[in-house]
């Protein structure tokens, strides 16, 4: 499975930003879709899952109650928004792609990475 995000970019601190993550490949209704991130000088880290239903959601408490993921089945896309922007979610995002009953939060149990898109948030 090939994924491939956009929408980063440069926001001040309160304002929001939408991610894309567009998979390709495989059937992308069948796997678990999660977004992490990783700041200059700190570990990866998880943000949010969604499983292949789109039933279950999971998510950070860093980011919890601001940030929101969704899929898309018809266009392969998973998405994330994300509200109320911070300077500490400043981080390379990545999209990620793993079968249906891994361990939605912890990276290593997902097969396929996206190569990152920068969130900068700064005044």
């Known amino acids: 499975m090939q994924l491939v995000e956009s929408g980063g970019g440069l926001v001040h601190p309160g304002g929001s930003l939408r991610l894309a993550c567009a998979a390709s490949?495989?059937?992308?209704?069948?796997?678990?879709m999660g977004w992490f991130r990783r700041a200059p000088g700190k570990e990866r880290e998880f943000v949010a899952a969604?499983?292949?239903?789109?039933?279950?959601?999971y998510y950070a408490d860093s980011v919890k109650g601001r940030f929101t993921i969704s899929r898309d089945a018809a266009k392969n896309t998973v998405y994330l928004q994300m509200n109320s922007l911070k300077s500490e979610d400043t981080a390379v995002y990545y999209c990620?792609?793993?079968?249906?009953?891994?361990?939605?939060?912890?990276?290593?149990?997902?097969?396929?990475w996206g190569q990152g898109t920068q969130v900068t948030v700064s005044s």
């Open positions: 969604i499983r292949r239903s789109g039933g279950n959601t």
């Open positions: 490949g495989r059937t992308f209704s069948s796997y678990t």
């Open positions: 990620a792609s793993g079968s249906s009953w891994i361990v939605p939060t912890d990276g290593n149990e997902y097969a396929y």
